[in-house]
């Protein structure tokens, strides 16, 4: 709780900065603020509270995943200043939106409440929405924006339908006390509807098929750091938070339920990868390959022991390589009208330090070891073996080896070809955060039992 | 000191390596890759004195994985096969300018890490990420430092790394299986399993497709003439030299001790399979006009006969395979040095531009003739001692393998004589052919070496291996028994 109100005090102050005038120091305050509320929610890690008529809940779920969003924050944040350079005037604005969203995300995973729950996704929701419109000058950011809002409020508006047929069920938007209802007395059909409602707007949130359409578009259009943040913050997110929701609200999962969840897995993970092979804009291959990650992701619905961990761990491990990926993306799209696979010719040569981590990034997310990507993948399968589901383990053996095909792509790209243009002085921020992504990638490979022990 | 050292120690020289610089690279190199062979001798030493070298640390807790590395008779020879393969295979390539070659040579250090570490390990896992992890350095060596044209040699190389990630993924798939059933992955605990005819064939399937793809065992093989021909001759080294004796090793150490059932089930149709590349190998390699593309395939021919005997399941095979297995080393190396050196010269790997080079160097001429004859496998050489086990134990399994096998062996002597005849005799070439240096003198006199020395006397060797190998037969015949 108190993480959330430091998170939005933060916010706060730095929109306050910029109306004394001290544009300069938005971006390491914030980021200082933001490493010490990370420093005081992991040190509430073993204390369980819950506030204001359960309202909020913190526990181990809740502090980890949130602690995981508070350093991709600080990645997208310290990413901030460079890419913003053009706009120095509206820095606070766009800083602010990131911490504010931020609290949204820490609203998702710690909530005890749906009308908690549906606060924090549009906090989240809207942020998003105004980033993915922010370079007003351009028409295709507009056009994305104005997509993701129309397709956005849509989903939100099915999520809030769902709240509201689980209240009319059983009568309150308690956890608890709906968890009560229904394992104590006899309870609609209509519970079950409100479920699907809620599975369907949460799906589309972290865009996997059958509600992806809206994905590849908002993604090539919104600007570079937006798509960052869309991909390896608002999906895992929205992602922790199904996980929470379908744990809560269902406690025996039926057949048919399971069902659901493995289609959806297996299209996501095929379709995603098959689109992908066809794409020549990184930005829309990214999209594409996020949706068989997502599929990977929702596949951890089906199990219920020790999901949490796994979940918490892939989760990691992809943010943590789409971070490294769109810091160098950034870097070599910038000032380009398209991010197409050609921007990269010769950047092995030009760039070695950067063309590496970029490399690593795409092998991690290509599940080739040492990288942390290989463990979430082995993992999650070693965990779906035991479900019984062995077709979902089969699809996502050969989905992985078909997305080496488009991440080696750009692997090629860079090693093989000759660069035809000079590109600037690389940033120091973006190499930086790039060197600590790759950095907490390996660390991650290399002693996943960190993670994978937090939360019990 | 326990055998961890000999990893760490290649790990810290590739990156060493790496910041030296860009002159000093290959040194530096050479010199991490010799003290490995130090430390593989010394670890050889406390084995022969009966210290355990072993190291085991708690990796995963939930799953259940060890960061385990074991070292036995068979491990220590490929352990030693690796790293003295590596110091020639880098001082093979001192007459070679590389462009970056401080990555060149860290990368090269980096994949002798990762094959030392897929034939030490003794958790699947761990095995597992061994594995594919001397895929990427491979990989990069062939894209980047590769020769033909870039848009061929791209397509050889990425349908190289795509047929193998995906064999190995199957490969992944089966170890998951049988974690789920052992809870573990160390190797003492996957062999001590009873799987169900059916479990065992899906087993050994995941692990064949793995297995004969690297290797390569017919029809999995379409990968290899290409990238042998397109990587720099050192990357072609290391793949024919030390790569597939991952294949092959891990089929011996993981696939038949874990499925003996199916092993045996399917034997005629494995040892089939096998003897079809050493025909098939063969007789392509007669028509090649490419040098590299004809020692690529009859390396084909020489592999599909070691993964024969291996199929056997007898004692017999399984000691041929892994004697010719580091015979073949040896020898691959020493056949792709010599094209190398022609190649440096004449700037041609095709052989009809070839020719007359007795007249211009007798001494490169009958260091070559040396290797070509021990790669047919002349009595008295290494290759002879490993080939002749290989087709005596196929004699024992079925007669017409071993006739149809051994008929491949004049076939060898056939392409490989012809081969010699157009490169070497003939009339003087017009093209100058410098005598060959120093350096490249002392690597085909060590190789030539190795290669006479364990012919005549291939005692140490087989001592090594085979109480190791007894261990790995005895786990089958126990399992067929049961």
């Known amino acids: 709780m108190n993480t959330l109100i430091a998170i939005s005090g933060l916010g706060i102050l730095s929109l306050l900065a910029e109306i004394f005038n001290a544009r300069k120091a938005i971006v390491p305050v914030t980021i200082i603020g933001l490493l010490a509320i990370l420093g005081f929610n992991i040190s509430t890690y073993n204390h369980l509270g819950a506030y204001y008529n359960n309202m909020m809940i913190t526990d181990k779920f809740s502090v980890a995943f949130s602690s995981l969003f508070i350093v ?105 006390t709906i968890l009560l209802v229904i394992s104590t007395q006899a309870y609609p059909q209509w519970y079950f509807i409100g479920i699907i409602f809620l599975l369907i707007g949460m799906l589309f949130k972290i865009a996997t098929v059958p509600f992806h359409f809206w994905a590849p578009d908002v993604y090539e259009g919104s600007p570079a750091l937006t798509t960052a943040t869309m991909s390896s913050l608002a999906k895992i997110v929205a992602m922790a938070t199904l996980y929470k929701l379908v744990m809560a609200l269902l406690p025996v999962q039926m057949y048919s339920f399971q069902l659901i969840i493995v289609c959806v897995a297996i299209a996501s993970m095929v379709l995603g990868n098959i689109m992908a092979l066809r794409q020549n804009n990184v930005k829309r291959m990214f999209a594409f390959s996020g949706i068989s990650h997502a599929g990977f992701m929702v596949s951890t619905l089906l199990l219920m022991s020790n999901a949490a961990n796994t979940l918490l761990y892939y989760a990691s491990a992809y943010a943590v390589a789409g971070v490294a990926f769109f810091a160098v993306v950034m870097y ?70 078909i997305s080496v095909g488009y991440y080696f792509k750009i692997i090629l790209a860079m090693y093989t070809k000759d660069s035809e243009h000079t590109l600037p002085k690389v940033p120091v921020m973006y190499q930086i955060v790039a060197v600590v992504a790759l950095i907490l990638n390996i660390a991650l490979g290399l002693f996943p039992n960190v993670v994978l022990n937090l939360l019990g | 000191m326990n055998v961890s050292f000999i990893l760490i120690f290649l790990l810290f020289g590739a990156v060493a390596t790496y910041f030296a610089g860009d002159k000093l690279a290959k040194t530096v190199a050479l010199f991490f890759s010799l003290a490995s062979v130090v430390g593989s001798i010394f670890i050889l030493n406390q084995y022969n004195h009966g210290i355990n070298s072993d190291f085991i640390a708690n990796w995963i807790s939930n799953p259940n994985l060890y960061i385990a590395l074991k070292v036995d008779g068979l491990s220590l020879a490929m352990l030693l096969l690796t790293t003295v393969l590596t110091s020639i295979i880098i001082f093979s390539s001192f007459g070679n300018q590389y ?123 379409t990968w290899q003439a290409n990238v042998y021909q397109k990587s720099p001759t050192v990357g072609t080294m290391l793949l024919s030299g030390i790569m597939l004796k991952m294949g092959l090793y891990s089929v011996i150490r993981w696939q038949l001790p874990i499925a003996p059932f199916a092993a045996k089930t399917y034997m005629t149709i494995l040892i089939a399979l096998s003897v079809a590349g050493v025909v098939y190998g063969s007789t392509v390699a007669l028509k090649q006009k490419n040098i590299k593309k004809l020692l690529a395939y009859s390396s084909l021919a020489h592999v599909g006969l070691i993964a024969a005997g291996a199929y056997t399941l007898t004692l017999d095979g399984l000691r041929g395979a892994v004697l010719q297995m580091i015979a073949h080393g040896f020898v691959v190396v020493g056949l792709f040095f010599a094209a190398e050196v022609i190649e ?27 290797i070509m004859l021990a790669s047919v496998a002349l009595p008295g050489t290494f290759n002879f001692v490993g080939e002749f086990t290989l087709l005596y134990s196929l004699y024992s399994a079925n007669i017409w393998f071993a006739i149809i096998a051994g008929t491949t062996i004049i076939l060898g002597a056939v392409y490989m004589l012809k081969m010699f005849q157009h490169v070497m005799l003939g009339e003087a070439n017009a093209k100058v052919f410098q005598s060959i240096t120093t350096n490249e003198t002392i690597v085909f006199v060590v190789i030539i070496v190795v290669l006479l020395f364990f012919g005549l006397f291939p005692k140490p060797i087989t001592d090594l291996i085979t109480p190791a190998l007894q261990e790995i037969v005895a786990k089958i015949n126990m399992q067929l028994n049961s």
């Open chain 2, 344 to 370: 440096r010269r004449f700037k041609t790997q095709e052989i009809s531009e070839m020719g007359g080079i007795r007249i211009q160097d007798n001494k490169f001429t009958s260091m070559f003739m040396i």
């Open chain 1, 72 to 176: 991709i924050t600080i990645f997208l944040v310290a990413l901030s200043h460079e890419f913003y350079k053009d706009q120095k005037t509206k820095i606070s604005d766009y800083v602010g939106i990131k911490v504010f969203l931020l609290a949204g995300t820490v609203a998702m995973v710690s909530f005890g409440n749906l009308s908690m729950f549906f606060l924090g996704i549009e906090v989240l929701s809207i942020s998003l929405y105004i980033l993915a419109a922010s370079n007003r000058l351009n028409l295709k950011s507009n056009e994305a924006g104005m997509k993701y809002f129309l397709m956005g409020s849509f989903a939100s508006g099915i999520i809030l339908f769902g709240i509201c047929l689980i209240y009319g069920a059983t009568g309150s938007f308690d956890l608890n």
């Open chain 2, 99 to 221: 462009k970056n070659s401080k990555s060149f040579y860290a990368l090269v250090l980096f994949m002798s890490f990762a094959m030392v570490g897929t034939f030490l390990s003794a958790d699947a896992f761990l095995y597992y990420i061994f594995w594919e992890l001397s895929l990427i350095p491979i990989y990069f060596i062939a894209l980047v430092w590769g020769n033909g044209d870039a848009e061929e040699r791209k397509k050889a190389v990425i349908k190289f790394f795509i047929y193998t990630l995906a064999g190995s993924l199957f490969m992944l798939v089966a170890f998951i299986y049988l974690f789920q059933k052992v809870g573990s992955l160390m190797i003492g605990d996957l062999y001590t399993i009873l799987l169900t005819q059916n479990e065992q064939f899906w087993i050994f399937l995941a692990m064949f497709l793995a297995y004969a793809i690297k290797i390569p065992i017919i029809p999995f093989h």
């Open chain 1, 332 to 401: 070599v799209t910038k000032d380009k009208e398209n991010e197409t696979i050609d921007s990269f010719n010769g950047f092995g040569k030009s760039h070695p330090l950067l063309a590496g981590i970029l490399t690593a990034s795409l092998l991690s997310m290509a599940g080739i070891p040492i990288l942390s990507g290989f463990f979430a993948k082995f993992f999650l399968l070693n965990q779906l073996v035991h479900t019984g589901w062995l077709v979902l383990v089969i699809v996502a053996i050969i989905s992985s080896i």
